[in-house]
C-alpha cells in the first residue's frame, strides 16, 4: 500500500483550506453617496479584515446611483444623502423595506478657497453675491443631488437664491463641487460639513442654519434582487461599533442605536 508523502500531504491540506477559504468568502457591492467617500474607505477595509467578505463600492450622486438601480445595475445595499431618492426606489419596489435604516446625519457648510478667508454669518444678510463678484459658487447639481437641493433650499429660504444663481456653477456630485473650490476654480462653495473636514485645501466660513433646509439625513437600505444574507450582513456592520467610530470622525451624526 503506498502512503502519501507528508509534504505533499501537508500540500493537499492548505489547498483544501485555501479552496474552502476562497469558496466561504462573499462580495457586497454598495452604491453609497459621493460624500461617504473616506468613511467607506475605512469601513470596508475594516470589514473585509475581520469578515474575509469584500465591500465594493460605487461612489456617486445619490442621484445617479437610484436611476442606476432602476436601470438594473445590480447593487446589494444602497445609501442615500437624502430620503427622496430612497423613496423613490421604495415606491419601485426595488429596496427590501423590512431593512431600510435613517443611518446618517450631516450638515451644509460655506467654504472657500482662501486659507486666510474669514468666518462670516450665514444669514439673511449675508453678501453672498458681493463675496463672489464675478466668480462662481460651486455645488453639486441643485435640481437632482441631494447636496445641491439641500443648498438651493437653504438660499431659497434665506431669501439669497435668486442673487447667486446665475453664478452657480453645477458638478455632478458634491466630491465634484468641494474639488473645484480645493483647486480655486470657484472661491466659494456649498458643501457637506463631512466634505469639508476631509479637504485640507477648503476653510470654512459658516455652517447654515439647520431649519434653512430640510433635515440632511442619510437612509439605507438593502436591494430587493440583491444578495439578501450578505447585504444583511453588511447593513448590520454599518450600524456596528465600527462603523460609529469612523463615521463620527469624519464629522457624520450617527442616528442608530
Known sequence: MSLCPRPALAAAVLMLASSAGAVSAAEVTVFAAASMKNAMDEISARYADETGNTAVVSLAGSSALARQIQAGAPADVFISANTDWMDTLEQDGLIDTNSRVDLLGNSIVLVAHDPDAAPVAIGA?????????????????????????????????????????????????????????????????????????????????GTFPEDSHAPITYPAATLADGDATIAQEFLDYLQGPVAREAFERQGFTVLTE
Request: aromatic share 4%.
Open 125 to 205: 444678510d449675508l453678501p453672498l453675491a458681493e463675496m463672489l463678484g464675478e466668480n462662481r459658487l460651486a455645488m453639486a447639481l441643485v435640481d437632482a443631488v441631494p447636496a445641491g437641493i439641500y443648498g438651493k433650499a437653504a438660499l431659497t429660504s434665506l431669501g439669497l437664491w435668486d442673487g447667486v444663481a446665475p453664478k452657480v456653477a453645477q458638478a455632478d456630485n458634491v466630491r465634484a463641487a468641494l474639488a473645484l473650490v480645493a483647486t480655486g476654480e470657484a472661491p466659494l462653495g456649498i458643501v457637506y460639513a463631512t466634505d469639508a473636514a476631509a479637504e485640507p485645501d477648503v476653510t470654512v466660513l
